[in-house]
């Protein structure tokens, strides 16, 4: 990474541990709008995402994590984030796929393995009340 570019990502980060959220996502979008590297593009886009998923904007967020795959496509962490936003609106196979890819990235993502066996718990339940549903 170039040092300019590390110094935003980092002090980016600082600002919305200290819950800046505007002037954190102001400092991304600087970066995502610079000639950076893939790896510097693809944080910025997912920790822009971060904040847009602490607003609540869930698909604005989805898309930056979109966006932070299709630029760095073994970076498990906007899998994981993107499944999560998945798993909560009900998408369970689509937010099942986002959990498998990122343990094949990294089998040690042990919040994705407990997200992956939530998530097929969960879609199992919704399968047997709907299947009960249809019984009366």
Same mark, same amino acid.
């Given at each position: ?13 600082? @600002?919305?541990?200290?819950? %800046? ?5 102001e ?5 995502i709008?610079?000639?950076?590297? !893939?790896?510097? =593009?693809a ?9 847009k &998923? ?6 604005e967020?989805m898309?930056? &994590?979109?966006?932070?795959?299709e !630029?760095?496509?073994?970076f498990?962490?906007? &899998?994981y984030?993107?499944? @999560?936003? =998945? &798993?909560? @609106?009900?998408? $369970?196979?689509?937010? %099942?796929?986002? $959990? ?8 040690? $993502?042990?919040?994705a393995?407990?997200? %992956?066996?939530q !998530? %097929?718990?969960?879609?199992e ?6 299947a009960?549903? @249809?019984? $009366?």
């Amino acid at each position: 990474m170039e040092r300019p570019v590390q110094d935003m990502l980092a002090a980016a980060q600082r @600002l919305s541990v200290q819950e %800046l959220h505007e002037k954190a996502e102001e400092i991304y979008n600087n970066v995502i709008n610079c000639k950076c590297s !893939t790896d510097e =593009l693809a944080v910025a886009y997912n920790n822009r995402g971060q904040i847009k &998923y602490l607003r609540v904007d869930f698909y604005e967020a989805m898309d930056d &994590y979109t966006a932070a795959i299709e !630029t760095k496509a073994d970076f498990e962490v906007p &899998y994981y984030n993107r499944g @999560l936003i =998945l &798993y909560r @609106l009900g998408f $369970f196979d689509e937010a %099942l796929k986002d $959990f498998q890819k990122v343990l094949e990235l990294n089998p040690g $993502f042990e919040d994705a393995e407990v997200s %992956l066996k939530q !998530t %097929l718990l969960d879609k199992e339940e919704k399968q047997r009340r709907h299947a009960e549903s @249809l019984s $009366f």
